[in-house]
């Protein structure tokens, strides 16, 4: 009895059996099938190969094959199949093949030589895979982990429990985590103390449930240092994509700290110019480019009453509000030291002087109209006061004016009468007169003239700070000898004059001086 187990012709049929498993899982599993003999030409057809070259059988034979690779992969794969064949080891490379429709595609070649029984290489069963979507699948991922690890951002994965599986270099350095110990650290516990109740009650439930993630701002702690660290956090669920079933969970972090400082800044700068708007002495009004009203400040409102209030010129007639500096730097018109009035709710007319400016964005456009103003009411009127006080001065300067010319001439009068009695007495007597009455009837005719020349004086005096003489120079002894002749003091009064200088002055009010001086004696 045979055991037909030990037939070799049940041997044979098994191994051709396993053989054609294995072909049909190859033809399943990848594009290309083909064969060759033991030296390594192809002489059996390969349908698959066809269909995917467009080559024909006669352009596949042999060592046609290498007509449909990219001519710069040629040589290479070429020489790769020798020395495989050669060296009887499987053969594995890479190169461009052209597809039927002339598009090259990225291929991996493998072909591994089948023995017969003496051992000896009995043909060679090859294929060739498309790869060209998983290598360029495999470079997107390699970009994009090169990109996430030199990103200037945290970035990291947990598992649905919440421990870290990834975390990049930045953020490990923003949070002070070593790389040995991001595999046993939890997510939540990045979070500084103050904001992890905000982590439990809001962004947990917000990302395991609707809508998946959460977005905003918290403080992450600093594992070394305890220093909070403001970030801007995005939390979301990582799902497959074919089952969307749950993977993990990703976050990426921007540390704000600066943007922080920054806003802080921002803060205190404009805290600073609202004290200065609202302690301004100067009313500071400003509009939007539509006109409407954004700032009106305490000295504005002491000003005009209220932003309605309404608008004259200077001479009493009404201003349009489109003619207003305000609105006119509105359209783009500045205006300086521009003068109007307010009339006040309580029906006070207040003077009004300002400056207008347009307002520009930073493209150029138009984004409103300031104004600084200031009330010049109590001014104009203290003006008005002065002007009138120059007016009256003005009129008792021409009535005194008046005065002093009457009176010069009405003193002078008698005076010229008195001298030319004195010049008759003494031509009449010429031959009569003792020496003695001719020396008084001189010293009479002298004093006349002294008289006149104080009476021009005090006409003088009175026009001074409005007129004023040549100063000249004057014998101060000679000015002191006719003062006192012209005073006459009595008998019982003494002068006695010494040396003077002479001096550069004006003469009449000199002389008015010295005689001021004396009769005051």
């Given at each position: 009895v045979r055991n037909p187990k030990r037939d070799p012709r049940h041997a044979l049929r098994q191994v051709r059996q396993q053989e054609e498993r294995y072909r049909s899982l190859i033809q399943a599993?990848?594009?290309?099938?083909w064969t060759t003999t033991a030296d390594g030409r192809v002489e059996a057809d390969s349908e698959s190969w066809r269909e995917f070259t467009g080559q024909t059988l006669e352009q596949f034979q042999g060592r046609g094959w290498a007509d449909a690779v990219h001519p710069e992969d040629r040589a290479r794969a070429e020489a790769v199949w020798r020395a495989a064949?050669?060296?009887?080891?499987?053969?594995a490379v890479e190169y461009r093949l052209r597809r039927r429709d002339g598009a090259y595609r990225l291929t991996v070649a493998r072909a591994v030589p089948l023995l017969g029984e003496d051992g000896a290489v009995r043909e060679w069963v090859g294929t060739n895979t498309d790869v060209t979507e998983q290598r360029r699948d495999e470079l997107d991922r390699a970009r994009l982990a090169r990109l996430v690890e030199e990103s200037t951002d945290f970035v990291g994965l947990a598992d649905r429990e919440g421990r870290a599986i990834y975390i990049n270099e930045a953020g490990a350095r923003l949070v002070g985590l070593t790389a040995a110990a991001v595999p046993h650290q939890r997510?939540?516990?990045?979070?500084?103390?103050?904001?992890?109740?905000?982590?439990?009650?809001?962004?947990?439930?917000?990302?395991?449930?609707?809508?998946?993630?959460?977005?905003?701002?918290?403080?992450?702690?600093?594992q070394a240092s305890g220093e909070p660290i403001w970030v801007s956090w995005s939390v979301f669920l990582v799902r497959d994509p074919s089952s969307d079933a749950a993977l993990g969970i990703g976050t990426i972090a921007r540390d704000?700290?600066?943007?922080?400082?920054?806003e802080a800044e921002r803060e205190e700068r404009k805290a600073i110019l609202d004290l200065l708007i609202a302690q301004s002495g100067e009313g500071i009004v400003m509009a939007d480019e539509a006109g409407v009203l954004r700032v009106f400040n305490p000295a504005a409102e002491r000003q005009f009453g209220s932003a309605g209030a309404r608008t004259f010129r200077?001479?009493?007639?009404?201003?349009?509000?489109?003619?207003?500096?305000?609105?006119?730097?509105?359209?783009?018109?500045?205006?300086?030291?521009?003068?109007?009035?307010?009339?006040?709710?309580?029906?006070?007319?207040?003077?009004?002087?300002?400056?207008?400016?347009?307002?520009?964005?930073?493209?150029?456009?138009?984004?409103?109209?300031?104004?600084?103003?200031?009330?010049e009411t109590e001014r104009r009127l203290e003006?008005?006061?002065?002007?009138?006080?120059?007016?009256?001065?003005?009129?008792?300067?021409?009535e005194l004016d008046q005065f002093a010319y009457v009176a010069s001439h009405d003193l002078k009068a008698p005076l010229r009468g008195i001298g030319n009695?004195?010049?008759?007495?003494?031509?009449?007597?010429?031959?009569?007169?003792?020496?003695?009455?001719?020396?008084?009837?001189?010293?009479?005719?002298?004093?006349?003239?002294r008289l006149e020349g104080l009476i021009d004086g005090i006409l003088a005096y009175s026009r001074a700070g409005r007129s004023h003489a040549q100063a000249e120079t004057v014998d101060a002894g000679a000015v002191l000898h006719e003062v006192v002749e012209l005073l006459a003091p009595p008998a019982e009064a003494t002068v006695t004059l010494g040396p003077m200088p002479s001096l550069v002055v004006e003469r009449v009010p000199f002389q008015q001086v010295f005689l001021n001086l004396l009769g005051n004696a």
């Amino acid at each position: 009895v045979r055991n037909p187990k030990r037939d070799p012709r049940h041997a044979l049929r098994q191994v051709r059996q396993q053989e054609e498993r294995y072909r049909s899982l190859i033809q399943a599993t990848t594009q290309m099938v083909w064969t060759t003999t033991a030296d390594g030409r192809v002489e059996a057809d390969s349908e698959s190969w066809r269909e995917f070259t467009g080559q024909t059988l006669e352009q596949f034979q042999g060592r046609g094959w290498a007509d449909a690779v990219h001519p710069e992969d040629r040589a290479r794969a070429e020489a790769v199949w020798r020395a495989a064949v050669e060296g009887r080891r499987p053969y594995a490379v890479e190169y461009r093949l052209r597809r039927r429709d002339g598009a090259y595609r990225l291929t991996v070649a493998r072909a591994v030589p089948l023995l017969g029984e003496d051992g000896a290489v009995r043909e060679w069963v090859g294929t060739n895979t498309d790869v060209t979507e998983q290598r360029r699948d495999e470079l997107d991922r390699a970009r994009l982990a090169r990109l996430v690890e030199e990103s200037t951002d945290f970035v990291g994965l947990a598992d649905r429990e919440g421990r870290a599986i990834y975390i990049n270099e930045a953020g490990a350095r923003l949070v002070g985590l070593t790389a040995a110990a991001v595999p046993h650290q939890r997510i939540v516990d990045l979070v500084h103390e103050a904001d992890r109740s905000l982590v439990e009650d809001t962004v947990l439930p917000a990302v395991f449930g609707a809508p998946g993630r959460w977005t905003g701002e918290l403080r992450f702690r600093h594992q070394a240092s305890g220093e909070p660290i403001w970030v801007s956090w995005s939390v979301f669920l990582v799902r497959d994509p074919s089952s969307d079933a749950a993977l993990g969970i990703g976050t990426i972090a921007r540390d704000r700290r600066a943007h922080k400082a920054a806003e802080a800044e921002r803060e205190e700068r404009k805290a600073i110019l609202d004290l200065l708007i609202a302690q301004s002495g100067e009313g500071i009004v400003m509009a939007d480019e539509a006109g409407v009203l954004r700032v009106f400040n305490p000295a504005a409102e002491r000003q005009f009453g209220s932003a309605g209030a309404r608008t004259f010129r200077l001479d009493g007639t009404p201003l349009p509000l489109e003619e207003t500096p305000l609105f006119r730097a509105v359209r783009g018109e500045a205006s300086q030291d521009a003068r109007w009035m307010v009339e006040r709710p309580d029906g006070e007319r207040r003077v009004l002087v300002g400056t207008a400016s347009p307002l520009r964005k930073p493209d150029g456009s138009a984004a409103g109209g300031v104004l600084i103003t200031r009330d010049e009411t109590e001014r104009r009127l203290e003006e008005q006061r002065r002007e009138r006080l120059l007016d009256a001065l003005a009129k008792s300067n021409a009535e005194l004016d008046q005065f002093a010319y009457v009176a010069s001439h009405d003193l002078k009068a008698p005076l010229r009468g008195i001298g030319n009695l004195a010049q008759w007495i003494e031509e009449d007597l010429a031959g009569a007169l003792t020496p003695e009455a001719a020396r008084h009837l001189a010293l009479l005719r002298g004093r006349v003239t002294r008289l006149e020349g104080l009476i021009d004086g005090i006409l003088a005096y009175s026009r001074a700070g409005r007129s004023h003489a040549q100063a000249e120079t004057v014998d101060a002894g000679a000015v002191l000898h006719e003062v006192v002749e012209l005073l006459a003091p009595p008998a019982e009064a003494t002068v006695t004059l010494g040396p003077m200088p002479s001096l550069v002055v004006e003469r009449v009010p000199f002389q008015q001086v010295f005689l001021n001086l004396l009769g005051n004696a």
